[in-house]
């Protein structure tokens, strides 16, 4: 039989997540701000995880992100992206699909030759490849197949060495690869043990200390991986080889998302959340997407 106390926890759990459904309760943060009718920065923002945000790209948000046009904004307030390599309409646009701000509906839909670019190499791109990085970043992205592979997102060549530069890649072996790229080696590589679920919405994160110690993680559909030492092994001080780019390597020629793929979300922070920081964010987004936890 249970008892009082082990009822309680669960039964305020529910109301949290009923709460957040109808736009009121607890979100984690402050004043539990609902993901069905907030930005992804409202967000990031009530959990009090704004702090070193560099990058808030939310494809639910068309008031504010994505107005219909080829230009992307970013709400954190960094550079501007582009769908495709430029601000003309082309065969490389994802195509956005609108259902309504905020809606589970909405996002960038990829067919396999598509990606999304920064307009800049901002200042934060720079330091992830490099000696003491501090980063991490968190995707809400749809798998359409576990048997293609692709690049999330790149900012290394990606087709020959020598190569600069940080990669997320999606690979039907792992589910995913972090790699960081200097000229032809790679200082280092975390592959997943969790595979994203074929056909279903998923989350990953990355939370990286290049300092070391067993702090660094990813963390997959709200599971966190064991945590590994992220020392980078003779890191280059070279800029990375091109702007980040989502969807394809770096150079924009190849390893793109399959077909099919779809992105909600993507934020990028220049320090190593912790793995309670990054488990609340998970369960605020996880209210709309519910994704399948148990991998």
């Given at each position: 039989m249970k008892t009082l106390d082990s009822i309680l926890p669960e039964k305020q759990r529910l109301c949290n997540l009923y709460g957040q459904y109808i736009g009121?309760?607890?979100?984690?943060?402050?004043?539990g701000v609902a993901i069905a009718s907030a930005s992804l920065l409202a967000v990031i923002q009530d959990l009090s995880l704004d702090t070193s945000l560099e990058v808030c790209l939310d494809f639910r948000a068309h008031d504010t992100c994505w107005d219909g046009g080829q230009t992307i904004s970013d709400l954190s307030g960094g550079s501007d992206w582009t769908l495709g390599n430029d601000s003309s309409s082309s065969t490389d646009?994802?195509?956005?699909?609108?259902?309504?701000?905020?809606?589970?509906?909405?996002?960038?839909l990829f067919d396999g030759g598509d990606f999304i670019e920064c307009t800049a190499q901002d200042a934060w791109q720079n330091t992830i490849h490099k000696d003491a990085a501090l980063w991490s970043c968190f995707v809400v992205m749809y798998n359409p197949s576990d048997s293609a592979e692709g690049r999330i997102f790149s900012s290394s060549d990606g087709t020959a060495n020598p190569q600069v530069g940080a990669n997320l890649s999606w690979t039907s072996v792992n589910g995913s690869e972090m790699q960081i790229r200097a000229a032809s080696?790679?200082?280092?590589?975390?592959?997943?043990?969790?595979?994203?679920?074929?056909?279903?919405?998923?989350?990953?994160?990355?939370?990286l200390n290049e300092n070391g110690g067993e702090?660094?993680?990813?963390?997959?559909?709200?599971?966190?991986?064991?945590?590994?030492?992220a020392a980078y092994t003779s890191p280059s001080s070279s800029s990375a080889d091109y702007n980040l780019v989502i969807?394809?390597?770096?150079?924009?020629t190849a390893q793109f998302l399959p077909n099919g793929t779809r992105i909600a979300m993507i934020a990028f922070w220049t320090r190593a959340l912790s793995t309670s920081e990054m488990t609340s964010l998970f369960d605020v987004?996880?209210?709309?997407?519910?994704?399948?936890?148990?991998?």
């Open positions: 009121f309760g607890s979100g984690g943060g402050a004043g646009d994802p195509s956005a699909v609108d259902a309504g701000e905020f809606n589970i509906g909405s996002y960038m080696a790679a200082p280092f590589t975390f592959n997943s043990a969790t595979k994203m679920t074929e056909g279903d919405w998923a989350t990953y994160g990355l939370s702090v660094s993680f990813e963390q997959i559909n709200g599971n966190n991986e064991t945590a590994a030492n969807g394809a390597v770096g150079k924009k987004v996880n209210v709309q997407y519910t994704v399948p936890t148990a991998l």
